[in-house]
């Protein structure tokens, strides 16, 4: 079974430029997430989608980011413009539903894309 | 204050030691999840449990729910077993999320 893929795998840009990231999730699974790691610390929640619909996004800076997911299934994230706090990896997960009553949902994890902003 | 606890953050070891991460949480949660984070690399899931204890090969995870505390076990480590592992707790209802602990990064000497 593949797992979540991620694309690109490292991308280096100045500050107050553009960026867009790409996941594609483990084949039926309804429910993705978007990550954003920085370096020292554990993974944050920026968004999390169930299909095509937006369930949490309460940590995304939407001055600056965006997400979509518009047929359920891939996605993309986007910054723009770009600031140097926003370099971090940016982990793309995926779980089969929006989680067992009282059982959690097991993630899967993409590679990440290691973003590095100057 | 962090809602999840790691401990400790750093730890080295010799090869054949047996070594215990520990996870403290102040939330209530359903269910609680060890992940593997190797340098460079994604994220790989361990263990999810949410009462008494999980072996896998030479890990062992194990959690107590009233005193919200869990410990990942690794016996007669390896230095392939070098990586950061981190503590992530599932809370709310069917629509929760993870808070992520900052992990626990653990170096094997040959």
């Known amino acids: 079974e593949a797992g979540v893929a991620q694309s690109p795998r490292y991308k280096i840009i100045e500050k107050r430029q553009s960026v867009a990231f790409w996941c594609n999730p483990i084949s039926g699974h309804a429910t993705l997430y978007w990550y954003q790691q920085i370096l020292g610390q554990g993974p944050k929640l920026l968004i999390q989608f169930q299909n095509n619909g937006v369930v949490d996004d309460s940590q995304l800076p939407k001055d600056r980011f965006s997400a979509e997911r518009l047929k359920g299934v891939d996605s993309t994230l986007k910054i723009q413009p770009a600031k140097l706090e926003d370099s971090a990896v940016y982990l793309c997960?995926?779980?089969?539903?929006?989680?067992?009553?009282?059982?959690?949902?097991?993630?899967?994890f993409g590679p990440g894309t290691r973003l590095t902003v100057l | 204050k962090n809602e999840v606890e790691q401990s400790p953050q750093n730890l080295t070891a010799q090869e054949g030691e047996f070594i215990t991460i520990n996870c403290s949480y102040s939330v209530g949660i359903s269910a609680l999840h060890w992940l593997q984070q190797h340098p460079g690399g994604g994220i790989v899931s361990l263990f999810m449990l949410s009462s008494g204890k999980k072996k896998h090969g030479r890990l062992i995870a194990t959690i107590n729910i009233q005193e919200k505390h869990s410990s990942l076990h690794i016996t007669a480590s390896h230095p392939r077993d070098s990586a950061v592992y981190i503590c992530?707790?599932?809370?709310?209802?069917?629509?929760?999320?993870?808070?992520f602990g900052k992990g626990t990064k653990l170096s094997v000497k040959p």
């Open positions: 992530a707790v599932f809370y709310g209802g069917s629509q929760g999320n993870l808070i």
């Open positions: 997960a995926s779980s089969l539903g929006g989680g067992l009553a009282g059982g959690g949902d097991t993630q899967y």
